[in-house]
C-alpha cells in the first residue's frame, strides 16, 4: 500500500526531476575535492582536483564539466572532459600530462576506473533524468534515516550496470546509490552522500563515499570552496583546449 501510495504521488522521474532541480539549482559551480583511496583500513593513495560546472540553458545542448587533477605530481593537470545530455550523445575526454594528446573515452570504456579511483568513467557522468528508465519507488532504510528508494535502469547498452536503485531523502538530496549488475541481490558498488551545505539556491555535499564491494576497496572525496554562478569560459570545455 505505501508503495502504491508513493507511486501515485511521484512516479520514479517526477522523484529523480525534483532532486535534480535541488542539487543542480545554478548556471556554473567550481568546487574543489580531496580524494583518499583506501583498502580496508590502509590508505593507498590521495588525489587533489578541481571541478567547474555549466549547467546547458537550452533543452538540446550539453552539460558539461571539466575535472583537472592539482596532485600528486605524477597525475598533476591530467583532465578529464565531461559532456551529456538526456538524448544519450554523452561524450568524454581524456589528456594525460605526459602525452599531451587527448584521448576519447568510448561508450565501452566508461567502466574502467578514473585515476585508479572507486569511481569509473561512467560515475562521473552527470545524471540526466532520461537518460534512464525508472520502476517500483519505495521507502528503505538509508544513512540520513528513512529515504524515497528509486530504481533506475539506463538505457546505454553499454553501462556496466543492470539497475541503480536511488536513496533521497525528504528534501530529495541524494543519501545513497546502489550499483548493480550481474548479482540481482547484491551491489556491485554504493556510493554515499552526506553533510549537505546549502549553496546559493542547490545543494552540495561535503562529503562522498564510494565503496567497491568486488574488490573491497572505497574512495572518500571531501569537497570544499564552491563557488557558484561565477563565470567560466565555456572553450575551457572543449577537446580541443583540454591540454592547454
Known amino acids: 500500500m505505501l508503495t502504491a501510495a508513493l507511486g501515485a504521488a511521484d512516479s520514479g522521474r517526477d522523484i529523480a526531476l525534483k532532486a535534480q532541480a535541488v542539487q543542480f539549482a545554478f548556471k556554473t559551480l567550481k568546487a574543489s575535492g580531496e580524494m583518499t583511496l583506501t583498502r580496508g583500513k590502509e590508505s593507498t593513495g590521495q588525489r587533489s582536483f578541481t571541478v567547474e560546472l555549466i549547467e546547458a540553458t537550452a533543452e538540446t545542448a550539453h552539460d558539461k564539466a571539466r575535472v583537472t587533477i592539482t596532485g600528486p605530481t605524477a597525475l598533476k593537470d591530467t583532465q578529464l ?21 587527448v584521448q576519447r573515452i568510448a561508450d565501452r570504456g566508461r567502466q574502467a576506473a578514473f585515476v585508479s579511483s572507486d569511481f569509473s568513467y561512467e560515475d562521473i557522468l552527470k545524471w540526466q533524468v532520461d537518460s534512464y528508465e525508472y520502476g517500483a519507488v519505495s521507502r528503505g532504510a538509508c544513512p540520513a534515516g528513512t529515504c524515497t528508494v528509486v530504481e533506475a535502469r539506463p538505457k546505454n547498452r553499454y ?14 538530496r541524494i543519501s545513497k546509490v546502489e550499483y548493480f549488475a550481474s548479482d540481482p541481490a547484491k551491489p556491485r558498488k554504493t556510493l554515499e552522500l552526506g553533510n549537505y551545505v546549502k549553496q546559493g539556491s542547490s545543494w552540495q555535499p561535503s562529503r562522498s563515499v564510494m565503496t567497491n564491494h568486488e574488490t573491497e576497496t572505497s574512495t572518500q ?20 583546449s583540454i591540454g592547454r
Not at 550523445?89 to 599531451?100: A, G, M
Not at 553501462?159 to 530529495?172: E, G, I, N, P
Not at 569537497?223 to 577537446?239: A, F, H, K, L, V
Request: aromatic share 14%; charged share 20%.
Open 221 to 240: 572525496i571531501v569537497w570544499s570552496g564552491y563557488q557558484i554562478d561565477t563565470p567560466i569560459d565555456e572553450r575551457i570545455m572543449s577537446p580541443a
Open 159 to 172: 553501462s556496466s550496470y543492470t539497475v541503480l536503485k536511488v536513496y533521497y531523502d525528504d528534501t530529495f
Open 81 to 101: 572532459i565531461s559532456w551529456s545530455s538526456g538524448s544519450g550523445e554523452d561524450q568524454q575526454w581524456l589528456v594525460t600530462p605526459r602525452t599531451q594528446r
